[in-house]
């Protein structure tokens, strides 16, 4: 549902260095020290600790090149399903104080704040304290947040006092001066693109994009721009959705484990990686009219292709039947693969489709779906699958390789 | 493979402590981080913790020369060599050695518990402690360039 916005305040609430958050939340002896998180693989630091930071190691940085910046950190492998559970459990806590609760990411949420002074029975600035309390006592991860009077003003104020900090920002005169000197690729929803367009016109601080005149914005960044510009004047136009609306794309796929040109492991990643597509697009209950392969070679150069289903699926017969043969295509024999990934674009919700314009699965594969989803809910992720993917026995028998980053959040947070 | 262990100071009792003067190995990463205590391989004597028949002790880890015949040299024990029998004279024993972090090829890495490891003993000789070592996981090959990893307590990496 979207809310529908009167004079609401928007709050803003964001982990401090998430992952490594998470993994002290369970090893508190990990606090003060400087931790790299690691990729499922071990080669790369995906998440580093504040400390870790100030020692010039940045994120997707090899462990080989982390080492000696810092010989004393301490790394410690991913563990997304830990990190799930936490996210979960903050957002529990927020649904606690307000009625209105958006998932943004793994470790951001924008929440209705209009209650939270009433709820801690406290002045604003003081209850959202009290939150931020209330999170790392209960859920053990450090947060900052923000609240204002719409999400790109609290996205604003709680980047600003990172790590675990708190701004309300209501007053207009200390908006404007807080904004002045902001630079403007802070504002979520300008990217280096959108940055480059301002910077020609001599916009370089969110308080000179708020002072420009309106259209002149309209004309640079078209209507999202302008929403933009509205949000920084104190006027919510983006709502809050505590259902996500489909997503612009879902997609799945990744590193092979190692390079191959074996046919028929390149084949069986193709099907594995559908399969988790498939569960993907179940778990939003959307259907997807277009689909695409990409896949990266061992020289760094890209092959794919995509195409346009014939009718909006998520059915894992057709879909396949797309990725090979798209791989058909492009694929030839004797290239080495490095990375596969798997995309489907025009999502829209199952049950908003027109039921006629639906790719209507039979009997039998409803029920063959159905079994699968059951059992493998029952015994563990994978225990039914496509007896193609036998050739990545390795793959399956490594119970690490069991989760997803779990991107109900709509976007990677690395 | 293993190249040193590191354990919080508040996880070694005093008394331990003072009897084997731990307190010149104590090390903190940063101005907050809690205080450790190393086991180093590459030290003259190397030591280990180990939780041996119920009480955590200091042992004398592996075995650094030639001249100390019949023990195994090295530092580590192939998982599959004692399971095969090899060092049964020795009267090999299982050992859990605590850890917090773990150091191989110059990378430290968080560990639950620790490791596994044995014991093996002589007549007239003190006995000596052995990190127990696997294959190792893709993530750990990646991670530190070996192919043997120590067996871990309580996880897989
Ligand atoms: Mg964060």
Redesign the interface.
Known sequence: MNIILGRMLIGFLDADCFYVSCERARLPHLMGQPVGVLSNQGACVIAKSYELKARGISTGMPIWKARPLCPEAVFVKRDFAWYEILSRRMADEVRQVSPAVEYYSIDELFFDASWLSRTFEAPLSEAAMRLRERIHSRVGVPVSVGVSRSRTLAKLAAKSVKPFGCRVLLDPEETKSFLHDCPVEEIAGIGWRSADKLHARQIRTVGNFAATDRHVICKLLTKKGEALWWELHGEPVLPLDTIRPPHKMVGRGGSLSGPTRDIERLRAWLVRNVERLVEALDRHGVVCETFSLSLRLESGHYIGDGTTLPEATAQFPRLLAAARDIFNRVYRSGDTVTHMHLNTERLSFRHAVQQSLLDRPSAQDIETARLKRLINKRVGRFAVRSGATLPLHDIYADPTNGHDICDIYGKLCF | MCDGVSL?RSEIPQRLIRQFKLESRVVV??????EEIRFLRREGRPWLPAWHAGQLGIHAWGCRSRQEQGFPPGAWCHREHLEAGYWRHLQPEPVEIPA??VLDR?????V?DGLRGVLLRRPRDVPRVYVLTEAA???????TRHDRMPVLLHE??
């Open positions: 919080l990463r940063g101005e907050q981080a809690p917090n972090y110059g990378i430290w890495y968080v639950r996981s893709h993530y750990y090959h990646v991670m897989r990496i």
